[in-house]
């Protein structure tokens, strides 16, 4: 593979390794499971234990994860066709990956930022309603 494509597959390989890194690390949909991974990394009696436990809860341990099992489907290899290839394949993956969760989790926090303004000041203009009605319904 020229090495165009390779890099064009790199930031390709990236987003849904980063989309499975951080949906089961941050979503919702897996807040209980995540929930039991906390408690255990939190109360294992071995290091061991509360090790595997915490690699489900950081999405930076967890994507080196997803990036081995995307290794190991594609067979993606960067720079070289050996096992220095899916080496270095593997860690810049990571790092892409994780370029694109901070983005998305920095995009993500503006958006919640906005919306709560946006509701605060919902909340201030039916207030402001509520007491301009009063003050009619008074006269």
Not at 65 to 91: E, K, N
Request: charged share 20%; proline share 1%; glycine share 6%.
């Amino acid at each position: 593979m020229q090495l165009y494509q390779q890099v064009a597959y790199l930031f390709l390989l990236a987003l849904p390794i980063a989309c499975v890194a951080w949906t089961v690390t941050h979503e919702e949909v897996f807040r209980e499971p995540r929930e039991y991974c906390i408690q255990q990394s939190k109360l294992g009696k071995t290091l061991l234990h509360r090790k595997f436990f915490y690699l489900f809860t950081c999405e930076y341990c967890f994507s080196h994860y997803v990036t081995i099992f995307f290794l190991i489907i594609t067979g993606y290899q960067l720079l070289y066709d050996d096992w220095r290839g899916y080496l270095i394949g593997g860690f810049a993956l990571v790092w892409i990956a994780n370029v694109y969760m901070s983005l998305f989790g920095f995009i993500r926090v503006g958006l919640k930022k906005e919306k709560m303004d946006a509701d605060l000041e919902e909340a201030r203009l039916k207030a402001a309603q509520k007491e301009e009605q009063k003050s009619t319904k008074e006269q």
